[in-house]
């Protein structure tokens, strides 16, 4: 069965600084795994997607790593702005399944 | 090319009404994914449905809770003689197999039960 951790569960960090969440999984056969940002009573929006066969994805200021092997992933924020305050959640289907498994989330405040 | 749609935004019903969801996934997805989000809770699996058919319906309530997605039309999730405790935002996915399989989400639908 297929767990998700994340760590920590909330941030509180200045404007600027350069940020590492991580995510754990216990089943790692998983087929991809997806870093979203959720805004407070707002939707999903997708972040990154990293395949499995896949070591690291970018997107502007953001970084995410998969080690399969040691079931981790890290999402890495450069040079933190208050647009960056959210919840990021990672989510990682168990092997052969599309549905998402979803970690709790942390919370993240940039302040000025 | 729309998202992922969702209506609507925001539903109150009382106790002992039926709910109805909508989820229209983008244009050329053929599945959809259906989780619930608790006040202060993470998000949970709770169906897989493709055209016509239930694939997986293992994170629904076995009492209340139905879900469909006919061949033609939105997929629909349906809660019968709702209770305060089916308070909560409820996403609907969709994704088209590729070598990607990228879920995308759609804004929620926000139920209040008084």
């Known amino acids: 069965k297929q767990e998700v951790t994340q760590i920590p569960a909330a941030l509180s960090v200045p404007e600027g600084e350069n940020l590492v969440l991580n995510c754990s999984f216990t089943d790692s056969a998983i087929y991809n795994l997806q870093w979203f940002r959720q805004d407070p009573g707002k939707g999903l929006t997708s972040l990154l997607l990293?395949?499995?066969?896949?070591r690291e994805q970018t997107s502007g200021r953001l970084n995410a790593s998969l080690d399969k092997s040691s079931g981790r992933s890290t999402l890495y924020i450069a040079a933190s702005q208050p647009g960056d305050s959210a919840t990021y959640l990672c989510?990682?289907?168990?092997?052969?399944?599309?549905?998402?498994?979803f970690g709790a989330g942390t919370r993240l405040a940039v302040h000025p | 090319n729309a998202g992922v749609m969702q209506n609507p935004r925001h539903l109150v019903r009382r106790r002992g009404q039926e709910a109805r969801l909508r989820c229209s996934p983008m244009?050329?997805?053929?599945?959809v994914y259906w989780y619930r989000q608790l006040p202060e809770e993470g998000l949970k699996f709770m169906v897989y449905l493709q055209k016509e058919n239930i694939i997986d319906e293992s994170g629904m309530p076995k009492e209340r809770f139905s879900a469909e997605f006919p061949k033609e039309g939105p997929s629909i999730l349906r809660i019968q003689q709702v209770v305060r405790g089916d308070s909560a935002a409820y996403f609907c996915?969709?994704?088209?197999?590729?070598?990607?399989?990228?879920?995308?989400f759609g804004p929620g639908t926000r139920l209040t039960v008084l």
């Open positions: 989510a990682a289907p168990p092997g052969g399944y599309n549905k998402l498994i």
């Open positions: 244009k050329g997805h053929s599945h």
């Open positions: 990293i395949q499995s066969s896949q």
């Open positions: 996915a969709s994704l088209t197999v590729s070598s990607y399989n990228e879920q995308f």
